[in-house]
């Protein structure tokens, strides 16, 4: 849950917060909890509302930051391109994404779930998740162009 929200929030300290806040609202509302066999789900549909509320309220406080321009390339004569400035690069273009867009990249691609299973937790349609992920590849492609 925590790695979920963090790449859905893009901070682990926020992410903390809303892994706890979902906590607390799952035990709140245990009682309205229908089917105990599917607990994770449920708690998982919690924690995804949460990340959604805190993305909506950060949008409001202040702006997305654009992509770095100078970020470092292969191109670079001192050839300083490393995993970990491909990852800050991702990183950072996973928030111009939609958070429908985000949610499933984040699900398929670093909770390594099956897009039937994406389906059962987003309630849409295994035909609608790969279109998300479509727009989010070629957004993500037009973000990095350059970049890798």
């Not at 009682?31 to 990340?51: E, S, T, V, Y």
């Not at 994406?118 to 295994?126: D, E, F, L, R, Y």
Request: charged residues 35%; hydrophobic residues 40%; aromatic residues 8%.
């Amino acid at each position: 849950y925590a790695r979920y929200a963090a790449r859905m929030l893009g901070s682990r300290d926020v992410a903390e917060d809303a892994v706890q806040d979902a906590l607390v609202r799952a035990f709140d509302r245990l009682a309205d909890c229908r089917d105990p066999n599917k607990f994770a789900g449920w708690l998982f549909l919690i924690l995804r509302n949460r990340c959604y509320a805190e993305r909506r309220r950060r949008q409001r406080e202040r702006p997305l930051l654009p992509v770095d321009e100078g970020l470092a390339g292969p191109d670079r004569p001192d050839g300083a391109y490393d995993r970990r400035e491909q990852q800050r690069a991702l990183e950072q273009s996973l928030g111009h994404l939609t958070a429908e867009q985000r949610e499933v990249f984040v699900l398929k691609h670093v909770e390594g779930m099956a897009y039937d299973e994406i389906a059962q937790i987003t309630g849409a349609s295994v035909a609608s998740l790969k279109m998300r992920m479509h727009r989010a590849y070629d957004r993500l492609r037009d973000l990095m162009k350059g970049q890798l």
